[in-house]
């Protein structure tokens, strides 16, 4: 009787949340007393800050990339950046596109617009900054909802060779149950409907019909987002959607383009206003979006261009016929202990990553999910130690400069929770194998959809990929609905008689004990 009435009086406060803001907060107005950031700027800056040592009226855009957020700020831009430095790469320069539409981003293409499409980037490390350097790498950024012509005549001029994707894992538009691109999402049937692009696959064909009725090749469509087989998967949606308007066009797109492969790694936190503040004090730079990272980085990549590439090997990528060997170390047991990991801590009252790394028992759950449910799954690259990488994994996590949020990490986790546990768990399932571990992360999921912690804190939650009826399915009297929202149906959890009695009995601790009380439970 205690456990339903409490379960009843957890349903009843349970609200669809309003999401988070997007990245970082673009306080345009305020006036720093710091040296602004532009081209006319560059020499004026501290010895403190690197400049580009190269001469950006000569820059040329061959690569174009949808979503610049903060990881392809710090990642595939800054390989851009050292491509520059070394003479002959001028016509490699990056274009940037914003697809979203409202306030802040409209802020970020103003920012941007002001600053001459410079940015900066400072390693974190502590207690100081390791280092900070102006990217010039971007030498142009159109918000596509305010320009989609100047997006498409982009896209389609000869001199574009790459077009480059960081759109998260649930931009892909597809149909976890089944596989297959979903042609009736909304915007699809829009744009197959005659609209104008939208969406990202909307845009690339458009893009290349034009090309080919121009008699131009394709472009090489890369995608920098963490997939399992990320260039697979973005030719899939991208010649489904060729097929939908032009079986023709499609053919000939899955001849002559190219999907790489990808595996991407670095940690890039939101940086919010009061650390953009600390940024332009230490740096004296006021830059309106700025970017931080740690200093770890890694880009794996299959090497497969239909229309040339920059030499990415000076910036220290690796090319390999093994990406998905190591697409699958780094999803199945990086990310995936960063979503083990996020939901417990934030329940637990931690709002950073380092300081959810310090709530007992969380680093042994990492320990544990990787010697009893994962590492023994996955098949590394040749030559490549896990446990080195699971230590490395370790000691990121947990450094105290990077202020990773927990809720950046948590959100869309609906999406993300398939993406990189969706595998172990079906064949931890199909082995027989104890899965208290993976029924502990759906539980403390359903716990984080409810938007406040154990202390009763409240928090804002971001998950755009769970839908209207999904959220009925939630404050509804079934403890266990959150096992059959859509994103999770392919799963098919609910049809694991074992999932479902571990999930229950998990949630129902939590539900009595708390999340640290359970955790230490589980790992006893």
């Known amino acids: 009787m205690e456990l339903q009435a409490r379960r009843l009086s957890l349903l009843k406060s349970r609200a669809e949340p309003s999401p988070v803001a997007g990245e970082g907060t673009f306080n345009i107005g305020k006036d720093l007393d710091?040296?602004?950031?532009?081209?006319?700027?560059?020499?004026?800056?501290?010895?403190?800050?690197?400049?580009?040592?190269?001469?950006?009226?000569?820059?040329?855009?061959?690569?174009?990339?949808?979503?610049?957020?903060?990881?392809?700020?710090?990642?595939?831009?800054?390989?851009?950046?050292?491509?520059?430095?070394h003479p002959g790469n001028e016509g490699w320069a990056i274009?940037?596109?914003?697809?979203?539409?409202?306030?802040?981003?409209?802020?970020?293409?103003?920012?941007?617009?002001?600053?001459?499409?410079?940015?900066?980037v400072t390693e974190l490390t502590s207690p100081n900054p390791r280092q900070t350097q102006v990217v010039g790498a971007m030498i142009e950024y159109l918000h596509a909802p305010n320009s989609p012509e100047t997006v498409l005549a982009r896209l389609v001029d000869p001199a574009t060779r790459i077009v480059s994707l960081t759109i998260t894992e649930g931009g892909y538009n597809i149909d976890e149950a089944t596989g297959n691109f979903r042609v009736d999402a909304p915007e699809v049937r829009e744009e197959l409907a005659g609209g104008p692009p939208k969406t990202v696959f909307g845009y690339i064909v458009a893009a290349l019909a034009r090309r080919r009725s121009d008699g131009?090749?394709?472009?090489?469509?890369?995608?920098?987002?963490?997939?399992?087989?990320?260039?697979?998967?973005?030719?899939?949606g991208v010649v489904t959607f060729a097929k939908a308007v032009d079986e023709d066009l499609a053919a000939w797109i899955d001849q002559h383009g190219a999907f790489p492969n990808s595996m991407v790694d670095?940690?890039?936190?939101?940086?919010?206003?009061?650390?953009?503040?600390?940024?332009?004090?230490?740096?004296?730079?006021?830059?309106?979006?700025?970017?931080?990272?740690?200093?770890?980085?890694?880009?794996?990549?299959?090497?497969?261009?239909?229309?040339?590439?920059?030499?990415?090997?000076?910036?220290?990528?690796?090319?390999?016929?093994e990406v998905a060997a190591y697409v699958a170390v780094k999803g199945r047991l990086s990310n995936a202990a960063h979503m083990l990991m996020c939901y417990p801590s934030l329940l637990m009252g931690s709002r950073f990553v380092d300081e959810g790394m310090l709530q007992p028992n969380i680093v042994e759950l990492l320990q544990a999910f990787w010697d009893r449910d994962a590492s023994d799954l996955v098949v590394p690259p040749s030559g490549y130690s896990i446990p080195a990488f699971t230590g490395k994994v370790i000691e990121r996590f947990a450094n105290p400069a990077i202020k990773d949020q927990l809720l950046r990490v948590c959100g869309d986790g609906a999406s993300k929770i398939v993406v990189f546990h969706g595998k172990t768990i079906t064949q931890l399932i199909a082995n027989g194998s104890d899965l208290a571990r993976e029924a502990f992360l759906i539980a403390c999921f359903g716990r984080y959809l409810r938007g406040i912690d154990d202390r009763g804190e409240r928090y804002e939650i971001f998950e755009p990929h769970i839908s209207k009826s999904d959220w009925a399915l939630l404050r509804s009297e079934d403890p266990t609905g959150v096992l059959d929202i859509e994103a999770f149906r392919g799963l098919q959890l609910r049809q694991s008689g074992r999932f479902v009695n571990a999930f229950q009995t998990i949630s129902d601790q939590l539900l009595l004990m708390g999340t640290t009380a359970t955790l230490k439970q589980l790992l006893a």
């Open 34 to 85: 710091m040296t602004k950031l532009s081209q006319a700027t560059l020499r004026s800056l501290g010895p403190n800050v690197t400049t580009p040592g190269y001469d950006r009226s000569l820059l040329r855009t061959g690569i174009v990339h949808f979503g610049v957020g903060n990881f392809h700020r710090v990642h595939q831009a800054l390989a851009i950046e050292a491509c520059l430095h």
């Open 95 to 120: 274009t940037g596109v914003g697809l979203t539409d409202g306030l802040a981003a409209s802020a970020k293409a103003d920012a941007y617009r002001q600053q001459d499409n410079l940015y900066t």
């Open 216 to 236: 131009l090749l394709p472009f090489t469509v890369l995608s920098c987002d963490n997939l399992p087989r990320n260039g697979d998967t973005t030719r899939l």
């Open 266 to 321: 670095r940690i890039a936190p939101q940086v919010p206003e009061v650390e953009r503040l600390r940024l332009a004090e230490l740096t004296g730079v006021d830059d309106l979006v700025p970017a931080t990272c740690e200093t770890y980085t890694s880009w794996v990549v299959e090497d497969r261009f239909c229309a040339g590439r920059p030499p990415l090997e000076l910036a220290g990528v690796v090319f390999s016929d």
